[in-house]
């Protein structure tokens, strides 16, 4: 498997890191997690650069670019910080994939100019209060009134939430049970019926917006409606992209902490030596990189193998599992390293270990991304519900 860099990556990557510079934006990184404000203007600036929805079809706005091209530049912001990245993150691997792939014509205009424009933007909602790994209990519900659906629910941890112009919600469509009933829908911000709940405050990724969505009779055009009943399998084939770029985001996270590992350890000095010197230390780095570079790999497997299209359900699976163990462990391994500093807030580390346990959570638990690579393994599925 070849992946060396083609020359038009390479100098998206060049372009990345001169923005970051021009920009300070490992300073910015810092003030965001500090402030929890997310600094709207790099949206202009990504916009300019292409980096909006730059896997999106031509046609529509974008460069007909393939995922291995998004998998780079969202790991390359990733290394400022994930929050930086998900501008990049949310136009080429989150939902909009699936308007750009299951979309009518209709909702394609609608959408995918003004996300490639940095004008609009679109948030996945399918986790409920009562229903995250149990997502086909889902109780987010379509009436059909005719010329429309009336949707009432809740989506609970929302990326985006409050800030994003645009919904991706999975249903169901009233009395059809299973993942057989579950579609989506697309909402609009600001549409009756439709609120916020607060904001959430997590451990890490502070400055990337997320809240409780609360739907009260909002009434649904049927235009409106992305996923029919019965293709809740094109959903979940969609966010296996998705999970190629939330193992980005661990690969830029966890680069960062090694390449500032290997710098303190190179400086800082204990009995006399740089603590490069020491054995222990020198093994933590080449713990790291190996870790970390047996998660590139798989993810650029997994990337590289979707092209423009999707990506092999246990390769992604694969790599996202092993990214979001490798960066606990990498961004842990780099804290130590720093000894005391690692742990003060003076330092850069706290906030990528912070930033790096989320992963492994959202886009689908490790225990039950293993739980759909063990059912490939064996060839037959596991029902949990059944003890
Ligand atoms: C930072 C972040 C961003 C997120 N962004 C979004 C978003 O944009 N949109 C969205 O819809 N959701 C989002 N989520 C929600 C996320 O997808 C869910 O939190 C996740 O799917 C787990 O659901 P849960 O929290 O209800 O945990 P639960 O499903 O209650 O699981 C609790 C624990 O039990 C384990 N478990 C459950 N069932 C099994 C089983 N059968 N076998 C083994 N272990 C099991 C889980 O692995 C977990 O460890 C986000 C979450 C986070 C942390």
Not at 209 to 222: A, M, T
Not at 230 to 250: P, S, V, W, Y
Request: glycine share 12%.
């Amino acid at each position: 498997m070849d992946f060396s860099l083609t020359k038009e990556q390479r100098m998206l990557l060049d372009s990345i890191r001169m923005l970051g510079k021009r920009e300070n934006l490992k300073e910015l990184a810092a003030e965001v997690d500090r402030t929890g404000e997310f600094p709207r203007s790099l949206i202009a600036k990504y916009a300019e650069m292409g980096l909006l929805g730059m896997v999106l079809p031509s046609a529509y706005g974008g460069q007909d670019m393939d995922s291995l091209t998004a998998v780079l530049a969202i790991e390359e912001l990733a290394k400022f910080s994930p929050v930086i990245a998900s501008p990049v993150f949310e136009s080429n691997v989150g939902p909009v994939r699936v308007i750009s792939m299951f979309g009518t014509e209709a909702q394609k205009q609608a959408v995918l100019p003004g996300v490639c424009q940095g004008k609009l933007s679109v948030s996945v909602a399918m986790t409920e209060p009562n229903a995250g790994s149990d997502l086909t209990s889902l109780t987010t519900e379509l009436v059909d009134k005719g010329e429309y659906y009336l949707l009432n629910g809740q989506k609970t941890f929302i990326s985006g939430g409050g800030e994003a112009s645009h919904y991706l919600v999975y249903s169901r469509f009233e009395g059809v049970q299973g993942y057989k009933g579950i579609g989506a829908v697309l909402v609009l911000k600001g549409v009756n019926g439709f609120g916020f709940g607060k904001q959430e405050q997590f451990m890490g990724l502070r400055g990337m917006p997320s809240c409780d969505l609360i739907f009260n009779d909002v009434k649904v055009p049927k235009s409106d409606v992305v996923i029919e009943q019965g293709k809740f399998k094109n959903l979940m084939l969609t966010f296996d992209i998705e999970r190629c770029g939330n193992a980005a985001m661990c690969l830029g996270v966890a680069g960062s902490a090694f390449e500032e590992a290997r710098h303190y350890a190179s400086e800082r000095k204990a009995f006399g030596r740089a603590i490069c010197e020491f054995q222990a230390i020198q093994f933590l780095l080449a713990d790291m990189a190996m870790q970390l570079d047996a998660a590139r790999l798989l993810v650029y497997r997994a990337a590289s193998g979707a092209g423009q299209g999707l990506p092999s359900v246990y390769e992604a699976s694969m790599a996202k599992c092993h990214a979001n163990e490798m960066v606990k462990e990498v961004t842990d391994k780099a804290m130590q390293v720093f000894g005391g500093y690692g742990y003060s807030n003076e330092y850069p580390l706290e906030r990528l270990l912070r930033d790096g346990r989320a992963w492994g959570v959202a886009g689908g638990t490790l225990q039950m991304l293993k739980v759909t690579l063990a059912s490939m393994i064996f060839g037959r599925r596991f029902d949990q519900r059944k003890g």
